[in-house]
């Protein structure tokens, strides 16, 4: 399938979750995360979710991130430049949201794409080999094409992968790990 086609499925799939079973496999999402061997790394980036696009909840993921205390790096997204700007969240860290529903720091310290150790995606749907299909705007292509070769690329999703994304560009670069509330997806080259 295309990546247009499966975007509008997944939307509206995501569309018709109550936020009672988002709650629930947002949680079972960050518990299944406890079990990633990933834990010895530092710098992770995550995403704030959004609400209104019924996003996995990323604040079950920052308390395990807080409770195992790594340093936690939130993006603000430059529309105009399409790239992302990483801060290092604090108790004193500002998030609004923007005129797109999106969470994000209003200022703060900011972080080299280059330091961050792992990053949690989000994504709309994911296929059998780890590309991703997110909102189509590839701030996280460009982001993720900043960071140092060995960044752990962690997808969190509601739903497990298709078989296969025709229209997969160059440019896309894959997740190693994908979290579902029932299993963790492997695309590490053994």
């Not at 990633?36 to 991130?65: C, G, M, P």
Request: charge should be neutral; proline fraction near 4%; glycine fraction near 4%.
């Amino acid at each position: 399938m295309k990546k247009s086609e499966i975007r509008k499925k997944f939307k509206l799939l995501r569309s018709q979750l109550a936020q009672e079973d988002i709650e629930s496999m947002s949680i079972d999402i960050a518990n299944k995360c406890l079990e990633l061997s990933i834990w010895d790394a530092r710098y992770f980036h995550i995403f704030l979710s959004i609400a209104e696009q019924k996003e996995v909840n990323t604040e079950y993921l920052l308390h395990v991130l807080q409770g195992k205390d790594k340093e936690i790096i939130v993006p603000k997204s430059d529309f105009e430049t399409g790239e992302m700007i990483n801060y290092l969240l604090t108790d004193q860290t500002r998030i609004v949201k923007n005129q797109w529903n999106i969470p994000e720091p209003v200022e703060g310290i900011q972080i080299a794409a280059r330091q961050l150790d792992a990053v949690f995606i989000p994504l709309l749907a994911l296929d059998k080999s780890g590309h991703r299909v997110g909102y189509g705007k590839g701030f996280y292509d460009r982001f993720l094409s900043r960071c140092k070769k060995d960044i752990i690329k962690i997808g969190v999703s509601f739903y497990g992968p298709v078989d296969e994304i025709s229209d997969v560009y160059t440019s896309d670069i894959p997740l190693d790990y994908c979290v579902t509330p029932n299993r963790i997806y492997d695309f590490r080259k053994k």
